[in-house]
């Protein structure tokens, strides 16, 4: 199939239809209408926008969610915005979440769409921002200034790309491409096609700075620490990929390049994972010669953002405690349905390790340092061998390990507190009384009563990108 082929197809079925886009307007229309009414009395000048995709036009079929932003005069205080959300909770009866980003917003559904309502300021630039939400709507004039109705388009195919290869969403759960950032690029190249042609060529560093702001690259890869540097065209002090991590940069640029080379619609809309049994899910864990040690706690009740941080802190953590007392890890994940479970994923090349350990000591050029060693070791019950002097002129002892098997290792540390000082998120060791050690096949029950880990689990076995189709 040819590129022009492929991407006719894809745009056929992420482009909204005309009821979609009815259906999605006339939802709007009844919220702004109701907000607006039930805001008039409340301050002088309030304007209540859509934002986001949908006013840029550069939604997704499907694609169910509603930014409508409230936006209060520039006098206004901190203080009001927490007052509008009150006076909104009054206007509109829904079932409301409170969430928190720089400052609070609400959400709710209705119709199957998810709404957000947040309250910002009205400025005329990034110089007067007052919170971080104001530039929401000074991104929506720069990129409907800028779009027409191809690029709309164009993003839209690269939003389904990067959706379709897993690399879509700001989100600290997944480090990718935001809706903005996608726009930007397309603004920047002129078109996807274009974007992934010159992506197969991105270094680590790459800039693109639509505006010219900058003229010292070297500067801003000072500034912003990261694999692409987008510079906001409406705050130049902002990294707008600054999400984006080294895993999904380097998986877009491999992705581009395969997309170029072999055009598929699995691109833009992945085939299933095969649904594997728990039996051959187990068969296939025995079949690699390695060990997995699986460590479950309850799923603490933080907002999104702040739990993948402690997860992604946690299981960094625990690989150096387990390498720290020499059981090597050949790979390690985490997977969590956010509302329930936690489940780290550690594979162990080896689940038990001799009860000796060698202990390299000092030179004997370092008599002061070897007399240390000599008095630690000398009486101790836990020596072994030695201390004796090795080839090299090093003092060297065998000593006692206390743990021999890993699973027992991380059970007796956590009855043990132990694991409160190694750097796990406080959150999780917080849950830490209720955990559960599973070892290789004792993780079946699990498998068997959670679906979703189950899928988890059959793709960390898998591994290989749906988008690198056998014929590439």
């Known amino acids: 199939m040819s590129i022009q082929s492929v991407l006719k197809n894809a745009i056929k079925r992420l482009k909204p239809t005309k009821k979609e886009s009815q259906d999605v307007q006339h939802q709007v229309k009844t919220i702004i209408d109701e907000l607006t009414i039930g805001l008039k009395n409340f301050y002088p000048d309030i304007e209540v926008h859509v934002e986001g995709s949908i006013a840029k036009n550069t939604w997704i079929s499907n694609s169910k969610e509603v930014d409508i932003f409230i936006l209060l005069p520039s006098e206004a205080t901190r203080e009001h915005l927490q007052d509008v959300l009150s006076t909104v909770k009054n206007v509109i009866k829904a079932q409301w979440i409170e969430r928190y980003a720089e400052h609070p917003f609400l959400e709710f559904s209705i119709n199957d769409y998810k709404v957000e309502i947040v309250p910002c300021f009205k400025v005329l630039d990034s110089k007067h921002l007052k919170s971080a939400v104001d530039r929401t709507p000074l991104h929506t004039r720069y990129v409907n200034k800028k779009m027409t109705q191809q690029l709309r388009d164009d993003v839209r195919l690269l939003k389904g790309f990067t959706k379709g290869i897993g690399v879509y969403g700001a989100e600290l759960k997944i480090g990718g491409f935001s809706g903005y950032l996608c726009e930007l690029l397309i603004i920047a190249y002129s078109g996807f096609l274009r974007l992934l042609q010159e992506a197969t060529s991105w270094t680590t560093g790459t800039v693109i700075d639509i505006q010219n702001h900058y003229k010292n690259f070297n500067e801003l890869r000072k500034l912003f620490d990261s694999p692409l540097i987008v510079v906001d065209p409406i705050d130049i002090s902002r990294n707008v990929a600054s999400a ?184 999780i060791k917080m849950e830490l009384t209720s955990a559960k050690v599973y070892l290789d096949s004792e993780i079946a029950s699990l498998l068997k009563e959670t679906p979703d880990f189950l899928d988890f689990f059959t793709n960390y076995l898998v591994k290989t990108p749906k988008w690198l189709t056998k014929n590439s």
């Open 244 to 427: 984006l991590n080294l895993k999904n940069f380097s998986i877009f640029v491999a992705a581009a390049g395969e997309f170029l080379r072999r055009p598929h619609l699995h691109f833009f809309f992945p085939p299933s994972t095969p649904k594997l049994s728990v039996k051959e899910i187990i068969s296939r864990m025995n079949s690699r010669g390695t060990h997995f040690l699986f460590l479950v706690i309850p799923a603490p009740s933080v907002v999104s953002d702040i739990l993948w941080g402690q997860l992604y802190k946690s299981v960094s953590a625990l690989h150096t405690f387990f390498e720290h007392h020499d059981f090597p890890i050949f790979r390690k994940d985490v997977w969590t349905d956010e509302q329930t479970l936690v489940i780290f994923i550690f594979e162990l090349e080896h689940k038990t390790i001799p009860y000796v350990v060698k202990r390299i000591g000092p030179p004997i050029t370092s008599p002061q340092h070897a007399t240390k060693f000599i008095k630690k070791y000398i009486k101790s019950k836990d020596t072994l061998s030695g201390p004796w002097i090795n080839e090299d002129g090093r003092w060297i002892v065998e000593i006692k390990r206390d743990f021999t098997k890993a699973e027992e290792l991380l059970a007796r540390k956590i009855l043990d507190k132990y694991l409160e000082e190694i750097g796990l998120g406080k959150y």
